[in-house]
């Protein structure tokens, strides 16, 4: 019974990560990563976009690092929680996505 709970949690997770992420990438925010999040999380989840919008709630919202990723794990081993952010599609790589982390402070 426990391995079905455990399912039923990472498929609400999951569930709860796509409609997080559907909202950032309409409304051209980076996607904060929350800690239920970062083993979940999936290249094609952060929006992509140049320009970030920033939310009404978040004071500052300044990129920090840029890295280059090409699988969801390594997206995985180099996410920090607390952490938004998003895919560069104006810098191009051969193989791979330029990530831009961007560190937030809330209200």
């Given at each position: ?23 950032a990438k309409a409304h051209g ?6 800690p239920e999040d970062k083993a979940l999380l999936r ?65």
């Open positions: 019974m426990n391995n079905l709970n455990e399912l039923a949690d990472l498929h609400n997770r999951r569930a709860n990560l796509e409609l997080v992420s559907k909202q925010y980076p996607l904060l990563i929350w290249i094609a989840d952060l929006p992509v976009f140049v320009k970030v919008n920033q939310p009404v709630n978040w004071v500052k919202c300044e990129p920090s690092m840029t890295f280059r990723v090409t699988s969801d794990q390594q997206l995985r081993d180099l996410v920090k929680v607390d952490r938004a952010y998003s895919i560069n599609p104006a810098v191009q790589h051969i193989t791979g996505y330029h990530l831009v982390e961007y560190r937030v402070e809330s209200r």
